[in-house]
């Protein structure tokens, strides 16, 4: 098992930044790749960005590319995303999640945070 707390989330302006913080505890060891998920309000849940733990390397979706960024302290406890150039339409639900080696899918997810980006 692995438990995931997502942190820093909040209210922001369009243009501004935020960053967002997940931290892992259980068996950490096991986890293949910690991610980033996004909901909003009606729609689905939208893959934002993952960072694989064998080699650093870090995938973030193609029309986030440029304005939003993983990294780590390579100890797969912490991971951060962060959101520069924030628009009104990145408003949503920021889901960490882990997954575990072995398995093709991400299995382990946190509470989620919310983030509103005013106009």
């Known amino acids: 098992q692995v438990q995931l707390v997502e942190s820093g989330g909040g209210l922001v302006q369009a243009g501004g930044s935020l960053r967002l913080s997940c931290a892992a505890s259980?068996?950490?060891?096991?986890?293949?790749?910690m991610g980033w998920y996004r909901q909003a309000p009606g729609k689905e849940r939208d893959f934002v960005g993952k960072?694989?733990?064998?080699?650093?390397?870090?995938y973030i979706a193609n029309d986030l590319q440029g304005r939003f960024s993983i990294s780590t302290n390579n100890t797969k406890i912490s991971a951060w995303l962060q959101m520069n150039n924030l628009k009104p339409e990145d408003s949503a639900v920021y889901y960490c999640?882990?997954?575990?080696?072995?398995?093709?899918?991400?299995?382990?997810w946190g509470q989620g945070t919310q983030v509103t980006v005013s106009s």
């Open positions: 960072i694989v733990w064998s080699d650093g390397r870090v």
């Open positions: 999640a882990a997954q575990p080696q072995g398995i093709g899918r991400f299995k382990y």
């Open positions: 259980g068996r950490t060891d096991s986890m293949y790749a």
